[in-house]
């Protein structure tokens, strides 16, 4: 007997154009043809509603659900069309320090990277030699290898409050995105509920889901961030286990994975395995 199962998806960014520097990302015409094809096949639901029929054990057959991390102003400009084009609803997690003008320490050293000419091999090897860096050391370090910053990378408020009025659901995502395992536990607990409270003041409406940043348990967060984000009164929170939730999964640590493939045979393909993988 097969088990109800829910596939979610993890975005970032939806690009303008082809980028061959992170060619991971999605330009919106792959990005429209990936939305066409989860709507052909899946039974793709608002993150809320999969959550609470998961728990009550009613999925739909093929169930599925689509999130965005960190706070994108791209996720307004080129996603929100293609969802609303194909009546599709998202989840969007923003860490909250970034909007209205800030810029995150990847962007940073992948602004250098351009700079320098590097490939995405090399980039990538950067960006893992920065991630796990002490926060501040992190930022100091990844802000001083970058060029003068340009046009802003992350939404502002009033994008978010645009993300909220066409119905699509604003989660948490910690206020300064970071490695929640390397924080001391009041200061983790502190940015957690800073990022809620400021998400709630801006839509003005109650935040209960969460993305635990870089989300990998046991190396980027532990139970006892997972209790603090029970404390704080998050109905669900996701990782970066890749997977498909089902009944016995921790409603507190979902899983999730990101679908890189570039043409819609594997994209769908890639969907169909990872629903082998409960989580």
Same mark, same amino acid.
């Given at each position: ?18 980028? @061959?520097?992170?060619? *991971? /990302? ?22 809320? /509603? ?5 728990? $009550? ?5 093929? %169930? %599925? ?5 960190? *706070? ?26 970034? /909007? ?10 992948? %602004? ?25 050391? $992190? ?36 206020? $300064? ?10 200061? @983790? ?25 870089? *989300? ?6 532990? $139970?006892?961030?997972?209790?603090? !984000?029970? %404390? ?8 970066? !286990? ?38």
């Amino acid at each position: 007997m097969n088990l109800p199962r829910l596939s979610i998806l993890i975005y970032h960014r939806v690009l303008l154009q082809p980028d @061959a520097l992170l060619p *991971g /990302l999605p330009d919106v015409r792959r990005f429209d043809a990936q939305m066409a094809l989860l709507k052909r096949f899946f039974n793709v639901l608002p993150v809320s /509603l999969a959550v609470k029929l998961l728990q $009550r054990q009613a999925l739909p057959p093929r %169930a %599925a659900c689509i999130t965005f991390d960190d *706070g994108y102003a791209d996720n307004v400009d080129y996603a929100l069309p293609v969802l609303q084009k194909h009546e599709l609803s998202a989840a969007f997690f923003i860490a909250s320090a970034y /909007l209205d003008g800030g810029q995150m320490w990847n962007d940073d050293l992948i %602004a250098h990277a351009r700079q320098a000419g590097m490939g995405p091999r090399a980039l990538g090897d950067l960006l893992q030699r920065y991630k796990y860096l002490p926060f501040d050391e $992190r930022e100091r370090c990844a802000r001083s290898l970058a060029p003068s910053r340009s046009l802003p990378l992350m939404m502002s408020a009033d994008q978010l409050r645009v993300l909220a009025s066409a119905g699509m659901e604003i989660g948490a995502h910690t206020h $300064r995105h970071p490695i929640l395992a390397n924080l001391p536990d009041d200061e @983790a607990l502190a940015d957690i509920a800073q990022g809620q409270a400021m998400l709630e003041d801006i839509t003005q409406m109650p935040v209960r889901l969460f993305a635990y940043p870089n *989300g990998k348990p046991g190396q980027d967060y532990s $139970r006892k961030h997972v209790d603090m !984000v029970r %404390a704080l009164g998050f109905d669900a929170a996701f990782s970066t !286990v890749a997977g498909a939730a089902w009944e016995g999964s921790n409603i507190l640590q979902l899983p999730r994975f990101t679908p890189w493939e570039p043409d819609r045979l594997r994209f769908l393909l890639r969907l169909m395995a990872q629903r082998r993988v409960a989580v």
